[in-house]
């Protein structure tokens, strides 16, 4: 079974520096997807960016971008310039080609101080 | 276009007893997926409706079962509440179509078993 981890159970960061979640996941496919899903009090999951891992280039979603590295199976999120607005929970997630179900990691709760 | 809808927002049952939780999906999509959020378990796959016929299914016991109406509208129900199925419920909408596609999610129905 596939398997997602988030080692980092919190992180904080100053507004407006940069910080870069961890993810590494498991699996013995060689085509899947990988997402990164925020959320925040309202408790509405919003997808933030994935990626198909057929492809080398790195997902990019204006201040928000991935280093995909397929061979260690790690997926880590950076976010640029951080706002206010960014603090909430992310979670990565994993899901096969063939199937609809999302596994998802435990999360990372993200703070940003003024 | 109106967003995901789930209802109601909060429910307080005890145990015994059992509950429906109902999603309205982002018009037009077609496939309803539900997951259960737990502090301990995290966010687990419940099922995935598509044009009223499950199509994927996570690994919870039978008292977990759901549906889907022509509208796309569905519905969760869990019988024979125990402590252990206080969770938020999340709903996710989606067309339906390609597997990486992004999934929508409701703010979640907060279920409280006493």
């Known amino acids: 079974a596939q398997t997602v981890t988030q080692s980092q159970p919190e992180m904080s960061v100053q507004e407006a520096e940069t910080v870069t979640l961890s993810c590494t996941y498991d699996?013995?496919?060689?085509?899947?997807?990988l997402f990164w899903y925020k959320q925040p009090p309202s408790r509405q999951m919003i997808l933030v960016i994935r990626?198909?891992?057929?492809?080398?280039q790195n997902a990019t979603e204006n201040r928000f971008s991935v280093n995909f590295q397929k061979a260690a199976k790690s997926f880590s999120l950076k976010i640029s310039d951080s706002q206010l607005g960014d603090a909430a929970m992310y979670f990565c997630?994993?899901?096969?080609?063939?199937?609809?179900?999302?596994?998802f990691g435990s999360g990372t709760r993200l703070q940003v101080q003024p | 276009k109106a967003g995901v809808t789930q209802t109601p927002r909060y429910l307080i049952k005890t145990r015994g007893q059992q509950v429906t939780l109902s999603c309205s999906p982002i018009?037009?999509?077609?496939?309803v997926s539900w997951y259960q959020q737990t502090p301990g378990q995290g966010l687990q796959f419940l099922f995935e409706?598509?044009?009223?016929?499950?199509?994927n299914k996570g690994n919870f016991p039978g008292r977990f079962s759901g549906r889907q109406f022509s509208n796309s509208r569905s519905e969760m129900n869990v019988s024979t509440l125990e402590l252990g199925d206080s969770a938020l419920y999340l709903c996710?909408?989606?067309?339906?179509?390609?597997?990486?596609?992004?999934?929508?999610f409701g703010s979640g129905t907060q279920l409280s078993v006493l």
């Open positions: 699996t013995s496919e060689s085509d899947y997807y």
């Open positions: 409706y598509f044009s009223e016929t499950q199509r």
């Open positions: 997630a994993y899901k096969d080609t063939g199937r609809r179900a999302l596994t």
């Open positions: 990626q198909e891992a057929y492809k080398q």
């Open positions: 996710a909408s989606s067309s339906g179509g390609a597997t990486n596609e992004k999934l929508f």
């Open positions: 018009s037009g999509h077609r496939s």
